[in-house]
Every structure is written in structure tokens, then in C-alpha cells.
């Protein structure tokens, strides 16, 4: 049964540029708080379906999707698959989420699909004990991604360490607000994240440099490096920390998992040096 002291928290990982870590960071955060004793459950909204790939499911096991669930043909329930890290699992995308738009565009309900769907997810036994939820969102403010600021606690932005990336924080900070106004009331920066970061390259301090001071404590104090071992992992199909937990990817996302955590009050702040 789920504990009471610990509510489901929902998260979702959202940032309309492509390319910055966003699904590397769902499944390696997801893969991190697993193995510091959450149970967690990624939910791919991204057609790409590359959470899923990465956490090793193969596209022909794929039967039951968040297509189906949000188009109302099925429970999440059906649509969970265990994966090979305990205490995590996915619901997982096909491209199907491409046509979904076009689908729910004359529902009523179209920005809350989602939240309908997670309204019951502590009745069901496939879903009891989950503590986080993970939503893997599409590089784009599509629908898609409304649903899922609709739906969530809080946002995680993974942001990547380049020239334009205040410029498209800058936009997502304003759909948040937008969402927050119209149709989530609750929601909020759970933190940004600073991935492919090279503290070598200038650009990659400086980009650090101003996000921090435009931001502040907003922005975690872990960074997730530039590391080829984070790049190889998806292609076998394992999150980072299976594939090479010794990794400077692994450690840095485990940090950034207890980073998360404490944020979200779990645990009490480390305490101040006498």
C-alpha cells in the first residue's frame, strides 16, 4: 500500500527545444530515484517513444501505449511494462501520439486527459506505492505537453548548455505561467538542470553563469556533464546507471536525485557547517 507520508509527486520533464537531455534526464533521473528507494513510473508523451527505447523496451511490446490511454481505450494500468531497474516502470509511446492532437482537439477535456488518467493511480494494484511519476514530454508545447503541465506538481526543465538556452527557458517560463493561470493552479519550477555541461568550454560556464543569475536556487546545484557513457547507454537499451554506474553520468544523476528529492522536502536540508 502506498505510505501516506509519502505522496505521489508528478513531475514533468518539459522543454521545447530538442536535443537538451530531456529524455536522457527521464530516464536516468527515473533509473536514480529507483535506486535510492523510490518507486517510479516514466510516462512517455514523446511519439519519438525514445524513454521507452532507452529503458529497454522494444518497439514490437508495445501493444498497449499512452496513445491508447489517452484516447480513452485503456487504463495506465494496462499500459505499465516492468523494466530491468526495480521499482521502475514505464508506460510506454508509439507514434500513434502523433495523430492524438487532431483526436481530442474538439474535446472539452483535451488539456486534462492526462490528469484524468492520474486521478486514480493509487487505487489500482499496478500503480499503488508509486511515489514519483515522470512524464517524458515532446520537444515542443504541443497538446501533448499542455496535458502534462496540466497534470504534474511541478516541472523539471533540462537545459542545455548553449548560446540559446535562456532564450528558450524564457518561453517555457511563460507557458508555465500560462497553464498555471488557466488550468493548473499548483504548478511550479521543481528546478533546471544544466546538462552537456563541459566545465573546460567557456561557453558552458558563461551559460551557467547567466541561468544562475537570472534564476537563482531555482537552478540545481548538480550539472550533468558532457559523457560518451550517457550517449552509448540508449543504444542497449539501458539507462546509464546499469550500463556504467561508475560513470561520471551515473554519479551526476544521482546527485541530481537526491537534489530532487530534497527539494521536494523528503528529507531535511544537509545541515549548516559549524
Not at 551515473?250 to 527539494?263: D, G, H, K, N, T
Amino acid at each position: 500500500m502506498t505510505d501516506p507520508r509519502r505522496p505521489l509527486r508528478i513531475l514533468a520533464l518539459a522543454n521545447q527545444k530538442g536535443g537538451v537531455g530531456k529524455t536522457t534526464t527521464a530516464i536516468n533521473l527515473g533509473t536514480a530515484l529507483a535506486a535510492i528507494g523510490e518507486n517510479v513510473l516514466v510516462i512517455d508523451l514523446d511519439p519519438q517513444g525514445n524513454a521507452s527505447t532507452g529503458l529497454g523496451i522494444d518497439r514490437r511490446n508495445r501493444d498497449v501505449s499512452t496513445y491508447h490511454v489517452m484516447a480513452g481505450e485503456a487504463s495506465l494500468a494496462q499500459a505499465i511494462v516492468p523494466t530491468a531497474v526495480p521499482r521502475l516502470s514505464v508506460a510506454p509511446s508509439t507514434m500513434d501520439l502523433l495523430g492524438l492532437e487532431l483526436e481530442l482537439a474538439s474535446l472539452p477535456d483535451r488539456a486534462h486527459r492526462l490528469r484524468g488518467v492520474l486521478q486514480d493511480i493509487k487505487a489500482h494494484p499496478a500503480t499503488q506505492g508509486v511515489t514519483y511519476v515522470l512524464i517524458d514530454c515532446p520537444p515542443s508545447l504541443n497538446l501533448l505537453t499542455i496535458n502534462a503541465l496540466a497534470a504534474a506538481d511541478a516541472v523539471l526543465v533540462p537545459l542545455q548548455c548553449e548560446f540559446f538556452a535562456l532564450e528558450g527557458l524564457s518561453q517555457l517560463l511563460r507557458t508555465v505561467d500560462q497553464v498555471k493561470t488557466a488550468l493548473n493552479p499548483r504548478l511550479e519550477i521543481q528546478g533546471v538542470v544544466l546538462t552537456m555541461y563541459d566545465p573546460r568550454n567557456n561557453l558552458s560556464t558563461q551559460v551557467e553563469a547567466d541561468v544562475r543569475g537570472f534564476l537563482g536556487d531555482k537552478v540545481y546545484g548538480t550539472t550533468i556533464p558532457r559523457n560518451v557513457r550517457v550517449s552509448e547507454a540508449p543504444s542497449h537499451g539501458k539507462p546509464v546507471l546499469l550500463y556504467d554506474l561508475k560513470c561520471a553520468g551515473s554519479q551526476a544523476y544521482l546527485r541530481l536525485a537526491s537534489e530532487v528529492i530534497q527539494r521536494e522536502g523528503r528529507i531535511p536540508p544537509p545541515a549548516a557547517a559549524a
